[in-house]
């Protein structure tokens, strides 16, 4: 998974960890994982069996090998059989939201020659304490691996990385932005200084984030967006929300951006998309 994307603030999307367990009621990833879930048959370059056994042996998690692959028919008729010109292609979610490890998928990067700001698992969070660190730890080896690409991290729990960091297991690389998940005011965010090259991305905003100075701590990027879809109990937010925020980053010289779901909010003419390494105090 990865390289095209709708999402306005990077160049690709990068999954080698699928699923997640937060719950979230407007969750747009457990919709598509759900929508696409499931597979046909399985195909490796050996024996499949103990693979495949032990991948499934904890159904909370699950773990897959770069020569395991879960594939599905790319057509189906009304009685859920393959019509005659279907093809087998890898299945994107074999197991639906249940966080999964695609070990195949962590040699993608470096297919990639042109440098790209890509969005690591935006399928996923990788930092849910769900997630085993070896899996992390193999994450940050394929960035090390293509330095040539600049890499955002979002999480909703950004403790679980403030321990990475306190154990020196947090790469440090000046290619690597971390992110705090946010959508109300009560939302963890990092606990005081953290590092350089942090980022907020408060979407959706559904509530007056009640900010002042310095309450986006150390943030040099906040991204933010208004909830999408069709839900009853979807939220719009109040232009006023979306200024009070600004109003708090230019204070703290932070980069703003909008998505586009903020132009009936706010107007075309006040949108700002603002990325951190195009402002002045980067450059310099």
Not at 175 to 197: E, Q, T
Not at 238 to 244: E, G, S
Request: charged share 30%.
């Amino acid at each position: 998974m990865g390289l095209k994307t709708k999402i306005e603030w990077c160049d690709a999307s990068w999954n080698p960890v699928t699923g997640c367990k937060h719950g979230c009621n407007y969750c747009y990833a457990r919709r598509i994982a759900e929508r696409f879930s499931g597979y046909d048959s399985v195909t490796m370059k050996q024996e499949a069996s103990p693979l495949l056994d032990k991948a499934l042996e904890k159904p909370e998690i699950v773990e897959t090998w770069d020569n395991l692959y879960f594939e599905k028919w790319s057509r189906k008729d009304e009685d859920g059989k393959p019509t005659a010109d279907a093809k087998l292609i890898k299945a994107p979610y074999p197991f639906g939201f249940t966080p999964t490890f695609h070990r195949d998928r962590l040699q993608q990067l470096q297919k990639w020659v042109k440098p790209k700001v890509i969005f690591v698992c935006s399928m996923a969070d990788l930092f849910g304490d769900w997630v085993p660190d070896s899996w992390i730890d193999e994450v940050f080896e394929a960035c090390r691996q293509s330095p040539q690409h600049t890499y955002l991290f979002l999480t909703k729990n950004p403790e679980r990385l403030c321990r990475l960091a306190d154990d020196d297991r947090l790469p440090n690389w000046r290619n690597v932005w971390w992110g705090s998940s946010l959508d109300n005011k009560k939302a963890r965010r990092y606990p005081g200084r953290f590092r350089d090259h942090t980022f907020l991305s408060i979407e959706p905003l559904r509530e007056y984030m009640d900010v002042g100075l310095g309450s986006f701590g150390s943030a040099e990027w906040i991204i933010i967006g208004a909830e999408t879809g069709n839900s009853k109990n979807k939220i719009t937010p109040d232009k006023a929300w979306v200024d009070n925020i600004c109003e708090a980053a230019n204070i703290t010289q932070a980069a703003v951006f909008m998505k586009d779901s903020l132009i009936p909010v706010v107007g075309e003419e006040n949108m700002r998309r603002e990325f951190p390494w195009d402002m002045p105090w980067w450059k310099g």
